[in-house]
T-cell receptor, first 119, second 114 residues
Framework: EAQVTQNPRYLITVTGKKLTVTCSQNMNHEYMSWYRQDPGLGLRQIYYSMNVEVTDKGDVPEGYKVSRKEKRNFPLILESPSPNQTSLYFC??????????????????FGNGTRLTVT | GENVEQHPSTLSVQEGDSAVIKCTYSDSASNYFPWYKQELGKGPQLIIDIRSNVGEKKDQRIAVTLNKTAKHFSLHITETQPEDSAVYFCAPNRPGSGNTPLVFGKGTRLSVIA
C-alpha cells in the first residue's frame, strides 16, 4: 500500500532532550516536507527536500533540523526541544520532476501525524 | 512570498445544503490549485485539484472553480453529508525553481448538521 509513515504517533518529552521523528515513504517520491499544525495557524512548512542531499528551509525552520540521506526517509530532528514546539507534525511527499511532472504540480501525500508535547 | 487567505474559517450547514469555501492567493504565477480534507486524527488528503488552464472541475458532489484574473479558487460541496464534516485546506502552487516554501490557507472547519 502506498503510504507515508511517521513514528511515533504520540511523544511527550522534556525541554532540551533531543528527539527524532521519523518519516518514510514507499512511493519513490522525490519531494518530501515537514509541517507543523497549530490551532488558528493552519499548516506551516518547516523544511522541504527536492531530492537526496537537498534540503531547504520552509516558513518556520527555527529549532529544527532535517536530513535526506536516502530517497525514502526524511527525519525531523529537534536538538533541544522547547515548549513552543509542542504541536502536531505532519510529513508529506510528492512525485518530483523526474517523472515529468514537477512536484509543485502534484498532490501531497501526508502521514497521519505526530503529536508532540514538550514540558 | 505567497499570501494565502481562506474564508470562512468555520462553516456550519444543514445536511443536504451546499457549502462553499474560498481561497485567495497573491502570486499570479500559481498554476496548480488543490484542496485537502483533514478528518479528525488523520493527515490531510487531496480531494480535488485544478490546473490553470481549466476554469472548473467536478467530481460527483465536489467541484472546484478557478478565477485566475481575480486570483481566487473555491471549493463547492453539494448535498452535504455528515461525513463531509472536516477541516479543509487550500494550497496554491507556483512553478519555478522549486526553492519556494509551500503556503497553506489556515483552514475551514466545516460542520454538517444532521
Amino acid at each position: 500500500e502506498a503510504q507515508v509513515t511517521q513514528n511515533p504517533r504520540y511523544l511527550i518529552t522534556v525541554t532540551g532532550k533531543k528527539l527524532t521523528v521519523t518519516c518514510s515513504q514507499n512511493m519513490n517520491h522525490e519531494y518530501m516536507s515537514w509541517y507543523r499544525q497549530d490551532p488558528g495557524l493552519g499548516l506551516r512548512q518547516i523544511y522541504y527536500s527536492m531530492n537526496v542531499e537537498v534540503t531547504d528551509k520552509g516558513d518556520v525552520p527555527e529549532g529544527y533540523k532535517v536530513s535526506r540521506k536516502e530517497k525514502r526517509n526524511f527525519p525531523l530532528i529537534l536538538e533541544s526541544p522547547s515548549p513552543n514546539q509542542t504541536s502536531l507534525y505532519f510529513c508529506a511527499s510528492s512525485p518530483g520532476v523526474g517523472r515529468g511532472r514537477a512536484w509543485y504540480n502534484s498532490p501531497l501525500h501526508f502521514g497521519n501525524g505526530t503529536r508532540l508535547t514538550v514540558t | 512570498g505567497e499570501n494565502v487567505e481562506q474564508h470562512p474559517s468555520t462553516l456550519s450547514v444543514q445536511e443536504g445544503d451546499s457549502a462553499v469555501i474560498k481561497c485567495t492567493y497573491s502570486d499570479s504565477a500559481s498554476n496548480y490549485f488543490p484542496w485537502y480534507k483533514q478528518e479528525l486524527g488523520k493527515g490531510p488528503q487531496l480531494i480535488i485539484d485544478i490546473r490553470s488552464n481549466v476554469g472548473e472541475k467536478k467530481d460527483q458532489r465536489i467541484a472546484v472553480t478557478l478565477n485566475k484574473t481575480a486570483k481566487h479558487f473555491s471549493l463547492h460541496i453539494t448535498e452535504t453529508q455528515p461525513e463531509d464534516s472536516a477541516v479543509y485546506f487550500c494550497a496554491p502552487n507556483r512553478p519555478g525553481s522549486g526553492n519556494t516554501p509551500l503556503v497553506f490557507g489556515k483552514g475551514t472547519r466545516l460542520s454538517v448538521i444532521a
